[in-house]
């Protein structure tokens, strides 16, 4: 079944490390989609890209690096840098082109302690 | 101002009864729109896309008003499994780039 997927669900990491977050699709879609998801709030766009070896920062991508070498694949990182990476991460993805909606991944929680 | 604003909520109903709520968007150019569903602890998922005309699937009615920039859902005979967080999405085409609303809470008691 075609998908996208998100690993781990679960990710522990000590303050001033970076992290990269795992984000792949089988869906053959152009555009993917970053976005971090804090308690009570809405989801918040870091990073998005409409094809390979493109990409442009969301609202909050200080602190976060990706990168689109493939299209199905599109890592983020979490650099020491983000000072609160503490979050629920969402990868998606659309088709890129006319009216389609997202299909999410599943997830990945990230604490840093 | 917030590209996409709704209700936090929570709407607290009790079961078989109808909560309407709506979403306001800033971005005249938006053109596609839809209602997310997501549980506690989940991935956001497709409710429904809204359609121009307004669209109804069983229970549930999505509206566009593009005069006043705000979208509507509205669920009738609610179910205890209607719970959850309905997040709203708008798309510019432009730059396909998504916004969200933070969220409207339901929560159906029996």
């Known amino acids: 079944d075609g998908g996208i997927t998100q690993s781990p669900k679960y990710l522990f990491r000590k303050e001033g490390q970076n992290v990269t977050l795992s984000c792949e699709q089988n869906?053959?879609?152009?555009?993917m989609y970053w976005y971090r998801q804090d308690p009570g709030q809405g989801l918040r766009l870091i990073y998005y890209s409409q094809i390979v070896n493109d990409f442009q920062k969301g609202d909050i991508a200080e602190g976060y690096s990706v990168s689109r070498e493939k299209k199905e694949s599109f890592p983020l990182t979490v650099t020491s840098a983000q000072k609160n990476p503490t979050a629920f991460y969402l990868c998606?993805?659309?088709?890129?082109?006319?009216?389609?909606?997202?299909?999410f991944g599943n997830g990945t929680r990230l604490t840093v302690t | 101002r917030k590209e996409v604003e709704q209700d936090p909520g929570p709407f607290n109903v009790p079961e078989g009864a109808t909560v309407a709520f709506n979403c306001t968007y800033s971005n005249s150019a938006s053109q596609s729109f839809f209602w997310y569903r997501q549980d506690c602890r989940k991935e956001p998922k497709l409710l429904m896309s809204?359609?121009?005309s307004g669209n109804e699937d069983g229970r549930f009615t999505a509206q566009l008003n593009r005069a006043s920039q705000y979208i509507s859902l509205l669920i009738r005979d609610s179910k205890l499994s209607d719970s959850a967080t309905y997040l709203c999405v708008v798309l510019d085409l432009n730059d396909y780039k998504l916004s969200f609303g933070a969220g409207t809470t339901v929560t159906v008691r029996a």
């Open positions: 809204v359609y121009s």
């Open positions: 869906l053959n879609h152009d555009a």
């Open positions: 998606a993805s659309t088709p890129g082109q006319g009216y389609s909606p997202l299909h």
